[in-house]
């Protein structure tokens, strides 16, 4: 991957209805983040979003965002309240990892999970939390997650499986 066609940073008040348009195309209806749910993650947690934006055309390639907590295990209310977000939690729940389809393939994705978690452990968090469906497992291990399997998640009517990155010590 071109590191240099991407300039890799906090997302910008203005982008949140362009991350809601990204959401659409990157997850079902039935698991995509609302509009104003992601307007909500944005203004009450931007630092918590990283987006990779194509310099040749200024538009978002993809991102990932999440709320801190000091909550450990994931709940589905996670993706509905972004009122649960305390930014002095050690933990961020990972909500969403969005790559647009041309974007593919071309290691964008681990590359924002990298930056994502060595931008988190600077800021002393401990731990990354995630939902998957079970096609996505083998993607988020070579990233550096460990399964812990089925999830007590529900989100959307799918079967999730709960993994965790491990940023450095509680």
């Given at each position: 991957?071109?590191?240099?066609?991407?300039?890799?940073?906090?997302?910008?008040?203005?982008?949140?209805?362009?991350?809601?348009?990204?959401?659409?195309?990157?997850?079902?209806?039935?698991?995509?983040?609302?509009?104003?749910?992601?307007?909500?993650?944005?203004?009450?947690?931007?630092?918590?979003?990283?987006?990779?934006?194509?310099?040749?055309?200024?538009?978002?390639?993809?991102?990932?965002n999440g709320l801190s907590t000091k909550?450990?295990?994931?709940?589905?209310?996670?993706?509905?309240?972004?009122?649960?977000?305390?930014?002095?939690?050690?933990?961020?729940?990972?909500?969403?990892?969005?790559?647009?389809?041309?974007?593919?393939?071309?290691?964008?994705?681990?590359?924002?999970?990298?930056?994502?978690?060595?931008?988190?452990?600077?800021?002393?968090?401990?731990?990354?939390?995630?939902?998957?469906?079970?096609?996505?497992?083998?993607?988020?291990?070579?990233?550096?997650?460990?399964?812990?399997?089925?999830?007590?998640?529900?989100?959307?009517?799918?079967?999730?499986?709960?993994?965790?990155?491990?940023?450095?010590?509680?």
């Amino acid at each position: 991957m071109d590191k240099e066609q991407f300039e890799f940073r906090t997302i910008l008040p203005e982008e949140a209805e362009q991350a809601a348009r990204i959401e659409e195309i990157c997850f079902p209806p039935n698991e995509a983040c609302t509009e104003a749910m992601m307007r909500e993650r944005v203004f009450q947690a931007p630092e918590l979003f990283l987006v990779a934006v194509d310099k040749k055309t200024g538009k978002i390639a993809g991102f990932l965002n999440g709320l801190s907590t000091k909550e450990s295990v994931f709940r589905d209310e996670f993706f509905t309240d972004a009122g649960l977000y305390d930014p002095d939690g050690k933990t961020v729940m990972l909500l969403g990892l969005d790559v647009l389809p041309e974007y593919r393939g071309m290691g964008l994705a681990t590359e924002i999970v990298s930056q994502y978690a060595a931008k988190e452990r600077e800021r002393g968090r401990n731990l990354l939390l995630l939902t998957c469906l079970e096609g996505k497992i083998k993607m988020y291990e070579k990233m550096g997650f460990q399964n812990h399997g089925l999830a007590h998640s529900s989100w959307g009517g799918e079967e999730w499986y709960e993994m965790s990155y491990v940023l450095g010590t509680p």
